[in-house]
């Protein structure tokens, strides 16, 4: 299970941090990400990290967003800078392992102008 927590409401250009935390050792899961929804829009993946410490973004977040890691608290987080009002939307924590994959259970942000 992940448990997604820091979201809130934030003005343009402020930033935030989300945090996900796994209750298992982060060091087995293979990829974290978080994905995020917009009302009336498909979910979207954001940011990435492997096991080993790859990161990947998606061209909206490039620049903006930095995915990390803890490991001893088996927690990922997303540092948000400079957000717009085109990054509000529910935010969910994803884990993939070939065994299994999971889903948090989401966290608003909502960005004003």
């Known amino acids: 299970p992940l448990q997604a927590s820091g979201g809130g409401l934030v003005q343009a250009g402020g930033s935030l941090r989300v945090s996900c935390a796994a209750s298992e050792s982060i060091s087995s899961i293979h990829i974290m990400d978080w994905y995020r929804q917009a009302p009336g829009k498909e979910r979207e993946p954001v940011a990435t990290?492997?096991?080993?410490?790859?990161?990947y973004y998606s061209n909206s977040v490039e620049g903006r967003f930095t995915i990390s890691r803890d490991i001893a608290k088996n927690t990922i987080h997303l540092q948000m800078n400079n957000l717009d009002r085109e990054d509000t939307a529910v935010y969910y924590c994803?884990?993939?392992?070939?065994?299994?994959?999971?889903w948090g259970q989401g966290t608003q942000v909502t960005v004003s102008s």
């Open positions: 994803h884990a993939w392992k070939p065994s299994n994959t999971y």
């Open positions: 990290i492997s096991n080993i410490g790859s990161t």
